[in-house]
């Protein structure tokens, strides 16, 4: 059974930093999105690892496609544009997708199996883990609503695993380029997503303190 993983990293990061995408910068000597490419290499699941990046880091990234074996794509101007770009390259053997972020570098080689055989039971399997804390529903101005029971929340991680055929055919339809998660789209359609535990050091490098939290993991592992 044949599968593929899209790793988007075409994002500005301008929340970590005005010079280089969080992305691409060093996490114990290795750039951000390299550790994630790593993992889903280490599974022996993945025929084909497509890496989404900005256009203008093409050539400055092309020594990794060639000593990695990855093939390196331009990005759009949204996530769901990048995704849209990594699809279209998929080779025409590959049964299913996974879609990663190539700025959460410490996904473990346990979590992307696990997601995997869920996603060949369901055709659709995400990694997610519970919330911790108590969860508010608010309005506009920023007044409670109402409270969310904790027991029916779950934070959406990365990877998303789908069966080709069904995440192809909804990003072929009209929908908002403003959507930030590819499950999403299957529960837009009416579609179900199977859920699989994560771990909460699955973190998503966003500030330049998550990139010393990151260290921190990684040494202690």
């Known amino acids: 059974m044949s599968a593929a993983a899209i790793i988007v990293a075409a994002g500005l990061g301008k929340r970590f930093s005005p010079d280089i995408p ?39 990234l092309g020594p990794y496609a060639n000593k990695y074996d990855i093939e390196l794509i331009a990005g759009g101007k949204e996530r769901f544009d990048s995704v849209k770009s990594g699809l279209r390259k998929l080779k025409k053997n590959i049964e299913y997708v996974a879609i990663h972020d190539g700025a ?51 934070l959406a991680q990365t990877p998303q695993i789908f069966k080709k055929t069904l995440i192809q055919k909804v990003y072929s339809r009209k929908i908002s380029p403003k959507t930030t998660d590819d499950a999403q789209l299957i529960e837009i359609v009416g579609g179900k997503v199977k859920i699989v535990n994560g771990d909460y050091n699955n973190l998503k490098i966003t500030e330049p303190r998550d990139l010393k939290i990151a260290e921190l993991l990684l040494k202690s592992e």
């Open 22 to 60: 969080k992305q691409f910068v060093k996490l114990n000597g290795i750039p951000v999105f390299l550790w994630s490419v790593f993992a889903f290499k280490k599974s022996k699941i993945f025929s084909q690892i497509i890496v989404v990046v900005p256009k203008n880091y093409l050539l400055q």
């Open 104 to 154: 959460r570098p410490l996904i473990k080689i346990k979590e992307i199996i696990e997601c995997f055989n869920a996603a060949k039971r369901y055709g659709a399997a995400i990694v997610a883990v519970p919330a911790k804390d108590t969860v508010k529903k608010v309005n506009a101005s920023s007044f409670i609503e109402k409270t969310i029971p904790r027991n029916s929340v779950r």
